[in-house]
């Protein structure tokens, strides 16, 4: 696009009726076609075609456009080389060419335009300090004058022949010019004199008074000559008397439309629109005359220009804004105001900002827009360009300016008028750059439309920024910008006498003023936000940052950054992030993390840009490669390249936009070179101060600076947009230039120079814009805001270190972004301290979001990862589950990197170590992780095999090896084997999608890999037992794993070519001779695996047969570790069934271990001694023979539990079932202990094969007496054991029942057997008759016990064999448990039974609390008692237990009410008679229940006075009936140290004292409720008047939060938990009690904190003078207002209409109390 070109078509913001001036005529020679007939530019027939003369405006109107289109051409891309070579061309007299010579003299004359220009002519005269403030605006002519260029270079005779033609026709031009002077203003003269003459006759002749009028067309011919001659700058030429009467003229228009406007249904013929129209051009012509330069000081009337004013004001707003908007339509059109609107407006802006119009009047849009209002709107938005060019030509008043002001301010309240917005931007920038002393008025405006605008506006953003796409920023945002770069200006140059300020950064102080007054008056209403208002002023931020975060790389507007500097500078203070207020300093972190994250985004752009024009400014000139671009980096290839004179460098053409036709044979400069040769030009002489010593810097940056200027330059496009952008950075590298007041003169001529040309004469092509913005950008590296981002940063991160969770939220989320822009800031040791801080965050959305900030982006940085790794791994363990799921998605990350993760195996250990977590979906996604890293195949990977002849892929072997690594660190396979067993049937899959076809191929899939990885497995057993000495040792890991994979398929290891492969392949280990725990755990697996196998062999091998049998036997026989043993006995139960032979090595074992069992119970030696005493005595190998019996108990139990079908179908007659159950029943009631423990294990391999044995007579007694609390440890854990292993069994067997049952029927509808295989009632019998003794074990002292008890529970109801209610009591108490396994599998059956069972469920409660207080005192919690209380730290883990249980229930309002109302019935001594330790143990309960509604505090205090409403008065009166009798009467009168001293000594019946005690006892339990009712109300703010106003029957009010004072710990140290024992111990208790019933009838507020720390309310003095100085006046009063106490109700009904606050012992008629 040529120059021309951009400065038309490439504007921004402007309409076709700006910009139709300026556009130019086809690019052909000057004159050409003029004299052509086919154009009919002029006519043959004189007088055929003859003109009207100067008084047909239709005729003259034509020929004046096209004069003024002439005029506004531009041919300065024709290249001519004299402008004098083109001969004038000659029109015949009355042609239309003659016609436009007379408006335009100069209309065919090669004329060169200037380029649009930014500057302001200067005034004729102005007072000095006008002159002052417009600075480089006056002076810009003269630095263009001095600017220099560099001139086509001729040839010296060619040169000096042009010389001497020039000045010959040179001399011819001027005196033609000097005879066309007069003709110039002639036509215009002839014009006015005609109009002024007829207006004589009706009026005054200086046309002040009112006389005739012109037509709207006769104002336009006015208004088009005056146009031609305000372009030619001849507007000076019209005599002054002429100038000054056709103003009157025109002011007489102006006062002729006084209160005219355009109404709705006026059109373009109307009369209104014809009167306000010739005004507005009146108008027109009037301004153009005074904005024009070298005007007299006489036209200059205040009054006419405060009138123009007023009637621009006036057609804004009643015809414009009346159009658009319909609140100003319904105000002046129904006769009102415009101060209506205002004060309308700004009570909206105190409200709150406007949501919407007014709902009657719809908005209307443009398209509905009149016409005549559109072509009255286009008018203004010329007024308004012509008010600016008189701001800078004449001073105003100070009123006319406010009045200017505001009339422009008022357009920015209006929608789709943005043309008129943008001159209003204008005509403001102006007066603030030249008007100081309104700046801060103009500010207050500003504001004041900021708050006024819609928050719901949907086109808030208007304004578009300069080429760029789709980038808009609202008008009010641009205005700021504009505002605070015109108020800068570089100082003036001063002579050596004159003093200068030291001080550079004084001319850019007033933009920081500026600045810091918008920003605070800001912060002021930001600070205080109320209501809705306050999230308007919120998003009015937020939209304003936005606006300047989009501009700040806009080459135009760098204000952009000064003003989020200053924003910065003070949200780091106490009015953002160091605010008191919470919002406030959540929603500065916001902004703050907001700008710091586009600061980092520009400083990463900027280190990865590789821009030429930036590389060389850093490097400097260097070698450089040929035929390489230094732009594009490619080579010449086919592409034009050219090379720079200067550096050197080569460029494609294409990329410096030259072609190979613009070089005519010259040299050529890049653009750094072009303005290093524009730099070094600079003459510090020329500027005649004494600045002659500067030196011009010759770093790159001032080349780049240089850079941005021309382009400025060079694109300003008339509205001053970029003439003070280029002011505003000149001012801001003047104030940090370090040769300070040097460098004045350099930025001075910087400001005036021209863009530099090349050497042939051919402009030099302008950078694109996208090369300007990243020019733009590194420059901004330098600046004050990019140099603060530590700064920023370091306060992000102090606060992650709030009090409060919401701001700690908003800091991660801001440093969040920052990394989300550059991932190696978490490198960094500062955030990585601040970051791994919050992991142990006490919110857990918090820890949440440090996860997310670290997993996001740590992925792609593995050296990060590495240093985040332990920490992170940590949090695995966290108590929110939304943290633990987000940990094990990083960690299966750091598992997928490509380049692998040096602690994968780690990862892997900590996420399968959530393989049993309590949360189900955690569960599933562990499996879903490891499906994912061990099982799942990735597409597109190629397919490389371990070695030579392997059918296993490397990838297979890779996961193999992980997972054997894994297995090391595990205790036990389970989790590996339920990672195998779901990845097999993918059941974390989601429901619906488990039948889809690619589910199908997946299983398929799987289960092919899991066989490869059980064949790889087999290749590292062979490979170690190779490659290893210690070749056991080395196989266990994968012995172990090949055992995993077979507990979950068996067939995996027995493929079908060759299904006894495995089994043959690990026979022979069988026969290792060593014996230590890692041999026995490969035995133990090797066996197990061959076991799984054996029957899925139809005929196996008879040598593998036989060899087996031997190397079982002799492993049964002999090895120590007894898992070994049972092993080998499963396996060889396994082998005989499928046997060919009938089992000899099992019969044989089994009557060898029978015969020595029965041998010794036929001995009466053995019958009369223990077997252990008769050993050690009569046998030398007595030690051995021991042994040998415990082994044959042991034995013989596994091969009855493993064979009993074969041990029945032995030819033996001797050894038969019954015969082995009176074999263990006399070894179960043998004296020596550790046979019977041994017995009890064997015993319980023999239930499982014949449950019915244990409805046994004599073995039930035997469990029944293992299960009691006397019976030792070893035998209730042993008993307990055999009952769980006994209900898995049954869970086994009724799973394999439900798995033949679904191949016939669907497994819904299927209801499963309780017990299994058809003994659901030898289960529930055998259950049912010890489960009383289960229970108790569930509160015994060893926490072993306890923990095997509960698993028991667990299986029985999981299985549905008992009431579930039964064991509810217990369950609580063990909630209070300090062993966190059983407390949390208690807790997780409870909630299961208050999900199923919520109503029997609230029953039991109160059962639970008495019990867990039980558990206590027994000491099974290691409770450690002092007198009087209950150890803290016990009462505390059962508060916490308790605390869990309330929140199953509190979510139903009846079951927490039947609680709370349960408990509180407790302390009614006469019904409940519970001991007074327990009494305080519910009391420390109750008040630690974590409410979470007002209403249940409330609730539980309207319980309490219930209960002392019906006993508390009653009790007061039978205790002091007691006292009046003798030898008890007068002691109650007596002080309290007499009445203890004389009450020990007296001695009273027996009968007497019991009654007193159960009175003391009442008085004991009445005085904790009054102690827990006042610890209530003070802790939860609630007085007198709050609980009597509440009823249980009241709905519920969600609204009302609990909120918890900062009261003291409850105490009720004072309370006497002994029973009393004399006379003088229930004096005192009695006295207790009177105290608190006195103290009870005080409000909260006197035991309250102070009023520091709470809020206001009901002062103490107050109280104190009203309870305090007389008890029975507040008693009084409420006994005036409240309703009559209801009779006495000991049911406990939790919605009895009681009454509340009321002192129990007042309610009593006919008695008075005596103080």
Same mark, same amino acid.
């Given at each position: 696009? *040529? ?50 003369? @100067? ?51 100069? @209309? ?109 067309? *006769?104002?336009?011919? %006015? ?249 808009? %920023? ?120 907001? %700008? ?48 720079? $004179? ?584 043998? *004296? ?122 667990? @299986? ?74 209950? $150890? ?284």
């Amino acid at each position: 696009m *040529e120059e021309g070109d951009r400065k038309t078509y490439g504007l921004a913001n402007t309409a076709h009726t700006e910009i139709a001036q300026s556009l130019p005529l086809p690019s052909l020679p000057i004159g050409f076609g003029a004299t052509s007939q086919g154009l009919s530019l002029f006519e043959e027939n004189e007088h055929a075609a003859r003109l009207q003369g @100067a008084r047909d405006a239709a005729i003259m109107s034509k020929a004046g456009k096209i004069a003024e289109l002439l005029a506004n051409t531009d041919s300065s891309y024709i290249t001519l080389k004299d402008e004098t070579s083109i001969p004038p061309v000659v029109a015949e007299p009355g042609s239309l060419a003659a016609a436009v010579l007379k408006f335009n003299p100069q @209309a065919f004359s090669c004329r060169f335009s200037a380029p649009l220009k930014a500057e302001v002519p200067k005034a004729k005269s102005q007072p000095s300090s006008f002159a002052a403030r417009t600075g480089p605006l006056q002076n810009s002519e003269d630095h263009e004058e001095q600017s220099t260029v560099k001139k086509p270079r001729l040839k010296r005779k060619h040169q000096h022949d042009a010389d001497h033609q020039g000045k010959e026709k040179r001399a011819a031009d001027s005196g033609r010019r000097e005879l066309k002077q007069n003709g110039i203003t002639s036509g215009i003269c002839e014009l006015l004199n005609e109009f002024l003459e007829r207006s004589d006759t009706h009026g005054d002749p200086d046309g002040e008074e009112e006389g005739t009028t012109l037509s709207l067309q *006769e104002m336009k011919s %006015i208004s088009e000559e005056i146009t031609s001659l305000h372009a030619k700058a001849a507007v000076s030429k019209i005599p002054s008397e002429r100038l000054i009467k056709l103003l009157n003229f025109l002011d007489r228009h102006v006062r002729h439309a006084h209160l005219k406007e355009i109404d709705e249904g006026d059109d373009v013929e109307s009369d209104n629109f014809e009167i306000v129209m010739t005004a507005l051009e009146a108008v027109q012509v009037t301004l153009m005359i005074m904005s024009s330069p070298k005007m007299p000081k006489q036209i200059y009337k205040e009054e006419v220009i405060d009138r123009i004013i007023e009637f621009t004001r006036y057609q804004i707003v009643h015809s414009v804004f009346t159009a658009y908007d319909p609140l100003y339509r319904q105000v002046h059109k129904n006769g009102g105001d415009e101060d209506e609107v205002d004060e309308e407006e700004e009570d909206e802006g105190k409200r709150g900002r406007r949501k919407s119009r007014s709902g009657k009047a719809k908005k209307l849009t443009s398209s509905r827009v009149s016409t005549a209002v559109s072509i009255v709107l286009h008018k203004l938005c010329s007024i308004l360009a012509l008010l600016k060019d008189l701001l800078s030509v004449e001073k105003l008043l100070d009123s006319t300016i406010l009045q200017l002001m505001k009339t422009v301010l008022g357009t920015f309240g209006v929608d789709n008028i943005q043309l008129l917005q943008l001159k209003a931007i204008g005509v403001a920038s102006m007066v603030f750059n030249i008007y100081p002393q309104h700046q801060t008025v103009m500010i207050d405006e500003l504001l004041s439309m900021l708050w006024k605008l819609p928050s719901s506006k949907k086109n808030l953003r208007t304004y578009h920024l300069p080429e760029e796409e789709h980038k808009q %920023i609202q008008m009010l945002v641009a205005l700021l910008l504009q505002l605070v770069q015109c108020s800068v200006a570089l100082p003036e140059l001063r002579t050596g006498q004159e003093k200068a300020s030291t001080d550079t950064r004084k001319c850019f102080e007033p933009a920081v003023s500026i600045c810091n007054y918008f920003w605070r008056n800001v912060f002021q209403r930001w600070a205080v936000p109320k209501a809705q208002e306050g999230s308007d002023v919120k998003l009015v931020m937020e939209n304003l940052v936005l606006d300047l975060l989009a501009t700040i790389n806009v080459p135009e507007f760098p204000a952009a950054s000064l003003l989020l500097q200053v924003l910065c500078v003070l949200l780091l203070g106490p009015a953002g992030v160091k605010s008191k207020d919470v919002p406030v300093r959540v929603s500065a972190i916001d902004i703050l993390g907001q %700008i710091a994250a586009h600061l980092k985004r520009d400083t990463v752009a900027y280190s990865k840009d590789n821009l030429w024009i930036l590389q060389e400014t850093q490097e400097g000139p260097s070698s450089f490669a040929k035929d390489v671009c230094t732009s594009c980096g490619h080579s010449k290839a086919n592409k034009f390249i050219l090379r720079c $004179d200067s550096c050197k460098r080569w460029f494609h053409g294409d990329c410096v936009g030259v072609t190979g036709q613009d070089l005519i044979g010259r040299g050529w400069f890049c653009h750094c070179c072009l303005c290093r040769n524009q730099l070094a030009s600079f003459d510090p002489g020329s500027s005649g101060k004494s600045h002659d010593t500067y030196k011009v810097p010759e770093d790159g940056a001032v080349i780049v600076q240089q850079i941005l200027l021309n382009f400025l330059r060079e694109t300003d496009s008339g509205d001053n947009v970029s003439f003070f952008a280029r002011r505003f950075y000149l001012c801001l590298w003047y104030g940090y230039d370090p040769q300070g007041l040097q460098s004045l003169a350099f930025y001075h001529w910087r400001w005036g120079s021209k863009a530099p040309h090349q050497d042939f004469g051919i402009t030099s092509n302008a950078i694109s814009r996208d090369i300007i913005v990243r020019i733009t950008r590194a420059l901004g590296q330098q600046r004050p805001l990019a140099r603060g981002f530590d700064r920023i940063l370091e306060r992000l991160l102090a606060s992650l270190q709030e009090n409060a969770s919401n701001p700690r939220a908003k800091a991660l989320k801001a440093v969040s972004a920052i990394v989300e822009v550059d991932p190696g800031v978490l490198a960094d040791e500062r955030v990585q301290k601040a970051v791994e801080g919050r992991f142990m965050d006490s919110a857990i959305s918090v820890r949440e979001a440090a996860m997310e900030l670290v997993g996001r982006h740590i992925v792609s940085r593995p050296d990060v990862a590495i240093k985040y790794f332990d920490r992170l791994s940590e949090r695995i363990m966290d108590t929110g589950v939304s943290v633990r799921k987000r940990v094990i998605k990083i960690l299966r990350d750091f598992c997928l990197l490509a380049g692998g993760f040096p602690k994968a195996t780690d990862a892997c250990i900590r996420v399968i170590s959530r393989i049993n977590d309590d949360e189900a979906s955690i569960q599933d996604l562990v499996c879903k992780t490891f499906y994912e890293l061990w099982f799942e195949e990735h597409p597109g990977q190629q397919t490389q095999f371990v070695a030579d002849g392997s059918i296993v892929p490397s990838e297979i072997a890779e996961r193999v090896q992980q997972i054997v690594d894994v297995l090391k660190s595990l205790p036990n396979h389970q989790p590996i084997v339920m990672i195998i067993k779901r990845s097999l049937t993918l059941d974390f899959i989601p429901q619906g999608s488990k039948t889809a076809a690619p589910t199908n191929i997946s299983q398929a899939a799987v289960r092919n890999r899991c066989e490869l990885m059980c064949k790889y497995l087999m290749e590292c057993i062979l490979k170690a037992e190779e490659t290893s000495e210690d070749s056991e040792v080395q196989a266990l890991p994968y012995v172990s794993a090949l055992h995993a994979f077979c507990i979950v398929d068996p067939t995996l290891c027995a493929p079908a070519s060759d299904p006894s492969r495995f089994a043959v392949t690990l026979q022979p280990y069988l026969k290792t001779l060593a014996d230590n725990r890692d041999i026995a755990q490969l035995l133990q697996s090797i066996v197990y695996v061959i076991d799984t196998v054996l029957p899925l062999l139809r005929r196996p091998p008879q040598n593998l047969v036989e060899e087996l049998e031997r190397d079982l036997r002799q492993l049964i026989v002999r090895y120590s570790f007894l898992t070994v043993v049972h092993a080998c006995i499963k396996c060889l139960a396994s082998l005989t069934k499928i046997s060919s032979k009938k089992g000899v090595v099992f019969d044989f074992l089994v009557r060898q271990f029978y015969k020595v069992l029965e041998s010794w119970q036929n001995s009466e030696m053995i019958q009369e001694k223990p077997v252990s005493v008769k050993l050690h005595t009569v046998f030398p190998d007595n030690v051995f023979m021991l042994q040998n019996i415990l082994r044959s108990l042991f034995c013989l139990g596994l091969f009855v539990r493993y064979g009993a079908e074969l041990i029945d179908g032995m030819n033996d007659h001797d050894v038969t079932m019954d015969s082995v159950l009176n074999l263990y029943t006399h070894y179960l009631q043998s *004296e020596d202990f550790e046979v019977k423990v041994k017995a009890l294990q064997a015993a319980g391999f023999v239930f499982l094969a014949r449950p019915d044995f244990m409805m046994n007579e004599s073995i039930g007694k035997v469990l029944g007496d293992s299960l009691i609390s006397k019976a030792d440890t070893r035998l209730k854990m042993q008993t307990l054991r055999n009952f769980y292993e006994y209900l898995l069994d049954v869970e086994k067997q009724m799973g394999l029942a439900n798995a033949k049952d679904g191949e016939s029927r669907d497994a819904t509808t299927a209801v499963p057997i309780a017990a299994g295989a058809g003994d659901s009632n030898i289960c529930g019998g055998i259950i049912q008759l010890h489960w009383d003794r289960i229970l108790e074990r569930c509160l015994d002292k060893d926490e072993q016990v306890r923990q095997a008890a509960i698993k028991v529970v667990d @299986a029985v109801l999981r299985q549905g064999l008992v009431h579930p209610m039964t064991c509810v009591p217990q369950l609580i108490a063990l909630e209070v448990d300090q062993q966190e396994g059983i407390s949390k599998l208690a807790h997780r059956l409870l909630s299961n039974l208050n999900d199923k069972y919520p109503s029997f469920f609230e029953t039991r409660l109160g059962d639970g609390l008495q019990l867990s207080f039980t558990f206590i005192q027994t000491g099974a919690t290691h409770a450690s008692r002092v007198k009087n209380k209950v $150890d803290q730290n016990e009462a505390a883990f059962a508060r916490a237990g308790i605390s869990r249980i309330y929140k199953l229930i509190r979510g139903s309002r009846n079951s927490r009410n039947k609680f709370l109302a349960s408990v509180v019935r407790k302390f009614d001594w006469i019904t409940s008679q519970a001991s007074t330790s327990f009494l305080m143990y519910c009391t420390e309960i109750l008040v630690s229940l974590p409410f979470n509604l007002l209403e249940e505090p409330l609730y539980l205090i309207f319980a309490i006075n219930r209960i002392l409403q019906v006993r508390a008065g009653d009790l007061e009166a039978s205790i002091k009936a007691e006292f009046q009798q003798e030898p008890l009467c007068g002691l109650m009168k007596q002080t309290a140290p007499d009445a203890t001293e004389e009450g020990t000594s007296i001695q009273v019946p027996q009968e007497v004292l019991k009654h007193l005690q159960v009175q003391s006892d009442g008085a004991v339990a009445l005085s904790l409720l009054l102690k827990m009712k006042r610890h209530l109300k003070i802790t939860f703010c609630l007085d007198d008047a709050r609980c009597q106003a509440f009823q249980p029957s009241d709905p519920v009010k969600s609204a009302e939060v609990v909120s918890r004072q900062a009261a003291k710990d409850f105490d009720c140290t004072d309370i006497f938990a002994k029973q009393p024992e004399n006379v003088a111990e229930v004096v005192q208790r009695y006295q207790l009690f009177k105290s608190l019933l006195k103290a009870d009838t005080m409000d909260y507020s006197a035991y309250a904190p102070p009023a520091s720390t709470r809020k206001r309310g009901r002062s103490s003095a107050a109280a104190d003078g009203l309870y305090q100085g007389n008890g029975h006046v507040g008693s009084k009063l409420r006994r005036k207002s409240a309703p009559p106490a209801p009779a006495s109700d000991d049911d406990g009904d939790p919605d009895a209409q009681e009454e509340h606050g009321r002192t129990p012992s007042k309610r009593r008629k006919g008695k008075s109390r005596k103080p």
